[in-house]
C-alpha cells in the first residue's frame, strides 16, 4: 500500500540554522506532494506544493526538493525562527483518487532561541 | 487567498446532543470539501469527501448516520455529529479543495474541537 514516512524523532535546532525535514514514499510514483505546517489546536497549513518534473521549489525561506529516483522530498527553512516551530508535514495524492491526500504523522520541529 | 474558515472553533456539549460543525470558503468555490478527525499525536484521519449537491462520500468505518453532512452550496459544508457521545470528542478539521493544473491542493480551517461530556 501506498505510504509516506517522515523523520519520527522531533528535530530540535538552533536560531539561524537551516533546517532540513525528510518525507518518503513507497510503492507508488505521486504526480506532485505538498507540504504543510500545523500548529497545535490548528488546521493544517498549506505552504508548497512540487510537482514531479520540478526537482526545486522555493517561496521565501523555504525550500522544496523532489527527488523521483529516491522517491524523497527534502523540506528545507533557511535562517530558522523560533516562530517557525511546529510540526510539518508532507501529503502526496492518493493513486486510487487524487482528489484524496495521503497524511503521516509529520515531523516536529522545534527552533530553540 | 483560499481561506477557509470553521464555526464554531470549539464547542462543549452533554451526551446525546447533537453538534453542527460549519466550514465555509471564503474567497474560492469549492465543489468538493473534505471532513477530518484528529486525535492527540495522531495523523489527520479522513472521514468523508463532501461534494456539492450531492451525498458525501464516507471513508470506511464511519458512521453516515452519526455523521450527517450537508455541501448545499460551493462555499459551505456542515458536519452535524448527532448523539454525541464522550468517544467522539476530537479536534474535527474541514478542508476545501482547489484545483490547480493538474493539481489538487486542500486548504484548511482552523478546526473545531468537541468535547462530549
Known amino acids: 500500500s501506498q505510504k509516506i514516512e517522515q523523520n519520527s524523532e522531533a528535530l530540535n535546532i538552533q536560531e539561524g540554522k537551516t533546517a532540513t525535514l525528510t518525507c518518503n514514499y513507497t510503492?507508488?510514483?505521486?504526480?506532485?506532494l505538498q507540504w504543510y505546517r500545523q500548529d497545535p489546536g490548528r488546521g493544517p497549513v498549506f505552504l508548497l506544493l512540487i510537482r514531479e518534473n520540478e526537482k526545486e521549489k522555493r517561496k521565501e525561506r523555504l525550500k522544496v526538493t523532489f527527488d523521483t529516483t529516491l522517491k524523497q522530498s527534502l523540506f528545507h527553512i533557511t535562517a530558522s525562527q523560533p516562530a517557525d516551530s511546529a510540526t510539518y508535514l508532507c501529503a502526496p495524492p492518493n493513486a486510487g483518487n487524487n482528489r484524496k491526500l495521503i497524511w503521516g504523522l509529520g515531523t516536529s520541529l522545534a527552533v530553540n532561541p | 487567498g483560499a481561506v477557509v474558515s470553521q464555526h464554531p472553533s470549539w464547542v462543549i456539549c452533554k451526551s446525546g446532543t447533537s453538534v453542527k460543525i460549519e466550514c465555509r470558503s471564503l474567497?474560492?468555490?469549492?465543489?468538493?470539501m473534505f471532513w477530518y478527525r484528529q486525535f492527540p499525536k495522531q495523523s489527520l484521519m479522513l472521514m468523508a469527501t463532501s461534494n456539492e449537491g450531492s451525498k458525501a462520500t464516507y471513508e470506511q468505518g464511519v458512521e453516515k448516520d452519526k455523521f450527517l453532512i450537508n455541501h448545499a452550496s460551493l462555499t459551505l459544508s456542515t458536519l452535524t455529529v448527532t448523539s454525541a457521545h464522550p468517544e467522539d470528542s476530537s479536534f474535527y478539521i474541514c478542508s476545501a479543495r482547489a484545483t490547480g493544473f493538474m493539481t489538487d491542493t486542500q486548504y484548511f480551517g482552523p478546526g473545531t474541537r468537541l468535547t462530549v461530556l
Open positions: 510503492n507508488y510514483s505521486p504526480a506532485y
Open positions: 474567497d474560492f468555490q469549492a465543489t468538493t
